[in-house]
């Protein structure tokens, strides 16, 4: 009897944590995963600040190399294209990136990992050197690269979502003039218009020109970009980001019977079963199971892609694990404020059929007699009815990330609002006040 | 129909909370507050900080004055100590510490919040100048104004609790050479002796002398304090600071017929009424049902009392508000490591009968690539069969006091381990790692 082969495609977050846990599982399985990049199990969350220079090499976001993985038994490919899926036959058409050489493989499990990619809207002018997508570490290099050969002055970033202004950050750190333009009416999509403000009020006063609302028709340059046309109008610029949202990369599995769910991405059950027999998906490319709607949701994110690639990973070499879904959980820091949400904001809760109510409390970070307290916003969200506890959002200067926790354990918890409001939270003068801002924005729901 | 009279013993956080919230609730209500000291409504944990110098003035730390409450048409009276307490007849007695004047006060509804005391082992020389309690705004200005005054080299702390370790950092902050004793064999006695191992080497970095399982003999001097003699040797001192513990101040209530728990503090239920009818109790003077054991325990904290105080308050004046219990939430900053306990210890959960066990992880405080990046420990005891979560400790340098919320909210939920492997938290490289802390010990704990 041959070792049973299994074939992850996509050397992401998702794919390595696949590929690891399940040799982890059962050793004698002989694991290969395709990745198209040169790179395999790297953090993309890391660039901005690589890009930033917080980081001293972008290369330093990679956890751990192919030689690394050999070690542990597990070949990954990198610069190797998977081009077909074959799910009657049970192989892929792979072509080597460096060679040109196609030839095919075949699975006894395949895990699907190929991830986002960034939404590229048809605009002219989308491929002029100068305008860099932020997914790979290449293009990370890419944009160091460019900024430290061509020192651009102005910088335009198309898209007010995370990458965006994690991005504005980023190039501001060199001295880059910045205007964000953003189609919507606010920047965040996931939050709501007041706390999105006090982000586009940070960004203005960091000198960020903010527009909102307002398209792009065209990029321009000529040997390079030189600016950005919205509205009519050309935007100078020597470097543009395009941060317009990213989707799943489900191209390669068009026609091969994986289904994809509501969302566009590929649907999965709580093993990371996708419909196909022996196939899984995981990470990016796949639906997560949204513990506040109850429904699937696409959510990209790293903690998410390498829980479900453990659970693919688990399962396909003969375990029992169970992803239990997300409450949609996310923080990033604008400059001088982290800004969190769990759950969903009072726009996405009525969207969704509830109805929702807000409060929202602008408490001390620390005791109000300590030198360095902030204020800090929070939103909770609830049910009117049965006053369940829909989502919070939390923006302030310090504080945030690890507080929006609490609420995402509260949403697990499926807890009321009075519920909530009951919790015996962490105090000492140097890190809350006696009513936490979470406990302060509690209390005035039950008013 | 005269007004509803209310009689609050003792002017703290319980005691002005009930005053605040009865007031706000039925504002017909005719309340007086008697408070032996010469403030109300002050935060204790503040002390530290303001003898340390981080606060400008130890009246810093006081929330509201006499002439604000008097505004909310609440009567605040300090230097007025209540010598007894009549519950037949329902009237205290009360005497105007300026005055010398003694008089009687009638009740319909009784709060008392007579709040906690150190603990004073019966040691030679505890009354010599130069050793301080730490429990009143008098006591904390008298240490700073001792520490101005007499410039002292060297101190000593009796007792590694809460209070002590946070002495040690202020009293380090004027650069007083330090030997603190603690009786048991280690400082913090609600954690394990693994994680205070890391508080007490902390202590010793920033050359503090620690002296584990040592007890004082006696405090010796002559017109003031010269030093603490411990097993046998003599240890130079010019101030000397008493932290040896907090016990309820329950003198008052003795032979009135309110009712002590097993913890030796006032019994309550779960709306703050003693067994005696109208008669309350909040603070910590008081017990408080602990969710994790199910039994009543009694832990002074501002929180606590601020929520037991409103309760009160709210119930006394019509309302019916319940307070919830707690779970042992506690965080501490010792020097550059911050501590946090949610629940209880392994030595604890196994003193209280459960089969416990325990997982330790150490991980990264933000993303492994991130500079400032430091060790976070993280330490979960759970119960071996049902596997049910009982408490987590945490240490590190950033990110520890709001991370034990998550735990906080895990034990009122009563979940499992597992459930709390489940968590979706919050991730960005500069807040957390992709797996959080919390999680890499949870996982630890599935294996």
Redesign the interface.
């Known amino acids: 009897m041959t070792a049973q082969r299994v074939i992850v495609i996509g050397g992401g ?1 998702a794919g390595m944590s696949a590929a690891a846990k399940a040799k982890r599982t059962n050793p004698t399985i002989d694991i290969v995963v395709y990745e198209r990049s040169g790179y395999v199990s790297y ?1 993309a ?2 660039f901005p ?2 890009i930033k220079g ?2 001293a090499r972008v290369e ?2 990679v ?1 751990r190399t192919p030689a690394q993985f050999a070690q542990q038994g597990i070949q990954a490919l990198i610069h190797h294209e998977v081009l077909a899926i074959d799910t009657a036959r049970q192989r892929v058409l792979v072509r080597d990136l460096h060679t040109g050489r196609e030839f095919t493989d075949h699975w006894d499990e395949l895990v699907v990992t190929t991830g986002g990619q960034p939404a590229r809207p048809p605009l002219p002018g989308l491929d002029l050197p100068g305008v860099f997508g932020l997914r790979s570490v290449e293009e990370a290099i890419a944009i160091k690269t460019w900024i430290g050969e061509q020192r651009p002055q102005a910088g335009v970033i198309i898209g007010g979502g995370y990458i965006g202004l994690e991005m504005a950050e980023a190039l501001d750190a060199h001295g880059i003039a910045l205007t964000l333009i953003e189609r919507l009416p606010h920047v965040l999509p996931a939050f709501d218009p007041e706390m999105a403000a006090q982000v586009e009020e940070e960004l203005r006063r960091q000198r960020v020109d903010v527009r909102l609302g307002q398209a792009v028709q065209a990029i321009v340059g000529d040997e390079r970009v030189r600016g950005v046309i919205v509205d009519g109008q050309t935007i100078p610029a020597e470097i543009v980001i395009l941060a317009a949202g990213v989707k799943p990369n489900v191209g390669l599995v068009r026609e091969t019977g994986i289904a994809l769910g509501p969302t566009g991405a590929i649907a999965v059950d709580d093993h990371q079963r996708t419909n196909v027999p022996r196939v899984w998906a995981a990470g990016d490319v796949a639906e997560v199971y949204h ?1 506040v709607t109850g429904k699937p949701a696409w959510i990209p ?4 892609a ?1 829980k479900q690639g453990r659970v693919a990973g688990e399962n396909l070499a003969g375990g029992n694990a169970r ?11 604008v400059f001088e404020r ?1 800004v ?1 949400i ?1 759950g969903l904001s009072l726009t996405r809760a009525k969207a969704e059929g509830f109805d929702a109510v807000s409060v929202s409390a602008t408490a001390s970070s620390r ?5 360095g307290h902030q204020p800090l916003t929070v939103t909770l969200v609830f049910d009117r009815a049965t006053r369940r506890l829909l989502g919070g959002q939390l923006i302030g200067r310090e ?1 945030v ?6 609420v ?3 949403l ?2 499926g ?1 009321t609002i009075d ?1 909530f409001a ?11 006040p ?3 801002p979470l406990l302060v924005a509690a209390n005035l729901a039950r008013r």
């Not at 994110?301 to 998410?304: A, N």
């Not at 992803?323 to 820091?333: D, L, N, P, Y």
């Open positions: 977050a953090g969350c890391g600040y690589a917080e980081i330093d976001v956890v513990r994110l790293g903690t998410t390498n992803f239990g879904g997300v409450v949609g959980t996310t923080v990033v820091k982290e969190a769990s005791a109000h007699y300590m030198p504080g990330a690890k507080r929006v926790d609490t995402a354990a509260a697990q918890a807890w519920e009951e919790l015996d939270l962490s105090y000492a003068p140097p890190f809350a006696v009513w936490d």
